[in-house]
């Protein structure tokens, strides 16, 4: 299950040792909706990656730090940095492939 995170708590989740998987989205976006159980189901199959939720509406001051102008946008995080991400609606093994390329 992805856990949320906020501007506040952002960068503390965002620097563990392992990889981190944040999904940027917004209750009213319909891409947003239609990957959401893929997102869920790699969080339940994917040992070692946290997964995490940023709903941008509610937390726009990250959002607007990395940039993002369309969501879904998925980044890859690793040490507290960004290593890769995907806009829009992905299938699973287009996410899985990002996540197994960076680990």
Do not use: H, Y
């Not at 990957?35 to 189901?41: D, G, K, R």
């Amino acid at each position: 299950m992805a856990i949320q995170i906020t501007d506040s708590n952002f960068d503390e989740l965002v620097a563990q040792g392992k990889p981190v998987v944040v999904d940027f989205w917004a209750t009213w976006c319909g891409p947003c909706r239609m990957i959401a159980p893929t997102v869920e189901e790699l969080a339940a199959e994917t040992e070692g990656v946290t997964f995490a939720k940023v709903n941008v509406d509610e937390n726009p001051d990250v959002a607007m730090g990395l940039g993002i102008q369309a969501i879904p946008t998925l980044f890859l995080f690793r040490d507290g940095r960004a290593v890769d991400k995907v806009v829009g609606v992905q299938s699973k093994q287009a996410l899985k492939a990002m996540i197994d390329r960076n680990r």
